[in-house]
């Protein structure tokens, strides 16, 4: 994805079936945050966009998933995840 893209990671044609457990981030791997472990969490028991509950990792796209490397929002930030 380039850094100008409209489209949003895995979104549309990005969308993929996987649920990976950590991100490749400019040539680093984080593991990803689950919900209620970003700092802009809420206190609601799921995630208002994913409905995932506390703890789990949000579903691949959601809204609210925090990038665990610049702690943006994960599907826009500037980071290079490898599968851009």
């Known amino acids: 994805m380039s850094w100008n893209s409209k489209e949003p990671r895995w979104h549309g044609e990005n969308r993929t079936n996987a649920d990976p457990a950590s ?3 400019n040539g ?6 689950r919900y209620g472990e970003g700092e802009d969490d809420s ?9 995932v509950p506390r703890g789990r990792r949000h579903v691949l796209g959601c809204d609210l ?5 610049c702690s943006g929002q994960a599907i826009t930030c500037d980071c290079f995840y490898e599968d851009d």
């Open 28 to 33: 680093v791997e984080f593991d990803r945050l």
């Open 65 to 69: 998933e925090p990038c665990p490397r």
């Open 43 to 51: 206190d609601l028991p799921t995630c208002d966009d994913c409905g």
């Open 23 to 25: 991100f490749v981030i």
